[in-house]
């Protein structure tokens, strides 16, 4: 199908030959005469040409009236003006506007031709950035929090109301796994920024050293093996969002540092000697409680606060199971289409094993899980096979039924393959805390552990403790 080219030119013989000339040549060419039937055309009538070529100074007033209104009603296209009579001014603000470019009449013809060819390149390039937007906007919408629990339901409705105010900072806490990433990508990607850049990075990735130069950028000679200058990843972010995964492993002099750029929205490169303007969104996710971190001195207080204006908890999994009769399909669907696969069905007896057991991973276990059924499948059915979950006395039920005859300082376990390390590491703790009244310090004590070490299990596992 031939790409559109409007031509608004209210001189009959010059309008014919262009529209003539273009069409010979593979454009669809329309021709109008004058303001009245181009806003017809492009604002009543929806037509979205890829290039428009217009006379400056036409009957009915000005061209540059058209090409703002036009884009301030979201208008595409690339406009290029021709004028016989054109100063400074108007030029001026043909480009503030966005035009493509200005030429004085006569126009040589094969510069129009070039011009054109060099505006409908650009024209197609924001057509499919635009389109890749949509496409990211329509794969990141709140609905992509998939699941029919209350939980996810909550989430959903947070999502979509923080996607509509313009927020400085929030933060997302949850256990590894849980679509903490997600919530940030549907947050950006649906929300006012949408049209900026979205900059990941994990705090927990980068050693301390090399953290700094990461996120403020460095100068030339700023340090041993700087040899150029470096953009910041929050530089990088200017304009859209910094999506800081893993925050409680940011060490206690760059949280400072990074509070100072949330505060004054300025940065300074390291070896650097000015400050830099930035207007960034910063999304902060982490698997671990703050609170205590700041109650310990290993979090600063002032960050905390500052980012836990809004707030978004994500559930684990095993607190939304209902969830896994929505998450499953689309799984199998995506890694069909990844690998050529036509799974189509799930035996009973999969759903009845998914759904009891506990899933210390959360969804992202749940994803590998199908990866790996789905790639090794033989048929239409879903694999119980390579489920790899042990049995249910794996899946989250009490300690009393995996461990045998506890006595005394001792506990059994079954090394008949019957339970994953982790099923076997969730029972020990169990029964330790149970057996010292949920007292973490004390429990960490008699493993021979940290408290903190201690305390990161209890989460990951969802075992009852005090402290």
């Known amino acids: 199908m031939a790409d559109t080219l409007l031509v608004i030119e209210d001189e009959a013989l010059l309008g014919e030959e ?94 129009l031709q070039m011009v054109v060819s060099g505006a409908a390149r650009s024209a197609r390039a924001q057509r499919r950035l635009q389109e890749e937007g949509r496409a990211r906007g329509s794969r990141y919408s709140p609905a992509a929090f998939i699941g029919r629990s209350p939980a996810a339901g909550e989430v959903r409705d947070m999502l979509d109301r923080l996607s509509r105010i313009p927020f400085s900072a929030l933060l997302i806490i949850g256990e590894t796994g849980t679509g903490k990433g997600l919530a940030a990508r549907i947050l950006h990607h649906s929300g006012p920024r949408k049209a900026g850049p979205m900059v990941e990075v994990n705090c927990a990735a980068l050693p301390r050293e090399l953290m700094e130069a990461e996120l403020f950028g460095h100068e030339a000679g700023a340090f041993t093996g700087a040899k150029g200058r470096r953009r910041g990843l929050i530089e990088q972010a200017n304009g859209g969002t ?146 790899n979950l042990g049995d249910a006395k794996a899946s989250g039920v009490s300690s009393s039924e995996v461990i045998n005859n506890p006595q005394g300082d001792r506990i059994c376990l079954p090394l008949d393959g019957s339970l994953t390390l982790e099923a076997m590491e969730r029972s020990i703790l169990t029964e330790a805390l149970a057996r010292n009244d949920d007292n973490v310090s004390l429990t960490a004590r008699v493993l021979g552990t940290s408290r903190e070490k201690l305390r990161y299990r209890v989460q990951k596992y969802g075992l009852k403790a005090n402290d």
């Open 18 to 111: 262009l529209r003539e000339e273009f069409s010979s040549i593979g454009w669809d060419a329309v021709l109008v005469a004058n303001l009245t039937e181009a806003r017809q055309l492009l604002l009543e009538r929806n037509l979205e040409p890829l290039v428009v070529v217009s006379d400056m100074n036409l009957p009915d007033g000005n061209g540059l009236d058209l090409l703002e209104k036009v884009r301030s009603k979201g208008g595409s296209g690339e406009w290029i003006f021709l004028t016989a009579y054109g100063g400074v001014p108007e030029s001026v603000r043909a480009l503030k506007l966005g035009a493509f470019d200005f030429l004085e009449k006569p126009c040589d013809q094969e510069r």
């Open 242 to 387: 910094l999506f800081l995964d893993e925050l409680g492993e940011l060490e206690l002099d760059l949280q400072a540092k990074l509070l100072k750029a949330i505060e004054d929205r300025r940065v300074r490169r390291v070896g650097g000697d000015r400050e830099l303007e930035v207007d960034v969104q910063i999304i902060a996710a982490t698997n671990q409680k703050l609170e205590q971190r700041v109650e310990e001195g290993r979090f600063r207080a002032d960050l905390y606060h500052r980012l836990a204006v809004f707030r978004l908890p994500v559930p684990p999994l095993r607190g939304r199971k209902q969830d896994i009769e929505d998450l499953l399909p689309v799984f199998i669907s995506e890694f069909n289409h990844l690998s050529g696969q036509r799974v189509e069905t799930v035996p009973a007896t999969v759903w009845q094993r998914l759904g009891s057991y506990h899933w210390p991973g959360n969804v992202r276990e749940l994803r590998n899980l199908v990866e790996r059924c789905v790639l090794l499948a033989d048929g239409p059915q879903f694999p119980e096979r390579w489920l």
